[in-house]
C-alpha cells in the first residue's frame, strides 16, 4: 500500500507535464530583431512616430491540417507597440528628433502581417507575407511607400511555433531595417 501512495503523485506529474507539452502555444512574442547602423540621416529633422494595425485578423500564424480546424496563433504583445518602440528606436539612432506634438509625422501603417502554414503529416510548408506603409509628412509635402517582404520555408514533420516566431521577427527586424534605411525617406526629410 505504501508503494501506491508515492505512485500516484509521480503518476499525476508524469501525466500533467506530458498534457502540457503536447499543447500547441496560442500566442507568440513579437520582438523584431532590427539592426540598422547608426547614422545622421535624419540630423535636423523632427517628427512623432505612430504606427496604426488595419489588418482585418489578429492572428500571426494559421496551421492548416488536412480534414482538422486551423489553429491560430496569435500575438502576446500589441503588434503595433512592439513595432513603434524598435522603429523608434531605430530612428533615434539615425538622429531623427521624437516629438508627440510635432505637425511632422513618420506613421506606419500595417497592412497584412501572417504566416500561413499547410500541415500535412509528414511535412510542412510556410508562406509569411509583411506589407508596412509609411508616410512622411513634412510641412505641405507627403511621401508614401509601402515595404513588402515575403519568405517562405518547408521542413519535415510538424512546423515549430518558436522557429517560425524566430523567422518572422527577423523578418520584421529586416522590413523595419529597410525603413530606416529607405535612401527615399531620407531624401525627402532632408529637402
Request: net charge positive; charged share 20%; aromatic share 6%.
Amino acid at each position: 500500500m505504501p508503494l501506491n501512495k508515492k505512485l500516484i503523485p509521480t503518476v499525476l506529474v508524469s501525466a500533467v507535464t506530458l498534457f502540457g507539452c503536447s499543447q500547441k502555444p496560442s500566442q507568440m512574442i513579437i520582438a523584431p530583431d532590427v539592426r540598422t547602423v547608426s547614422s545622421n540621416a535624419f540630423a535636423g529633422f523632427s517628427a512623432k512616430v505612430s504606427v496604426e494595425d488595419l489588418r482585418t485578423h489578429l492572428h500571426i500564424i494559421e496551421i492548416k491540417k488536412e480534414d482538422k480546424a486551423s489553429h491560430l496563433v496569435s500575438n502576446a504583445n500589441d503588434f503595433a507597440i512592439a513595432i513603434e518602440q524598435q522603429l523608434t528606436q531605430a530612428l533615434k539612432s539615425n538622429q531623427l528628433q521624437i516629438s508627440p506634438s510635432n505637425q511632422q509625422t513618420f506613421a506606419v501603417t500595417i497592412n497584412q502581417a501572417y504566416v500561413k502554414v499547410a500541415q500535412s503529416l509528414s511535412r510542412y510548408k510556410a508562406n509569411s507575407r509583411l506589407t508596412l506603409t509609411v508616410q512622411v509628412k513634412k510641412g505641405e509635402s507627403t511621401l508614401t511607400k509601402t515595404f513588402n517582404s515575403k519568405s517562405s520555408s518547408e521542413g519535415l514533420l510538424a512546423a515549430d511555433i518558436a522557429v517560425l516566431e524566430r523567422d518572422f521577427n527577423q523578418q520584421l527586424g529586416n522590413l523595419i531595417s529597410q525603413i530606416v534605411g529607405d535612401v527615399e525617406i531620407h531624401q525627402f526629410v532632408r529637402s
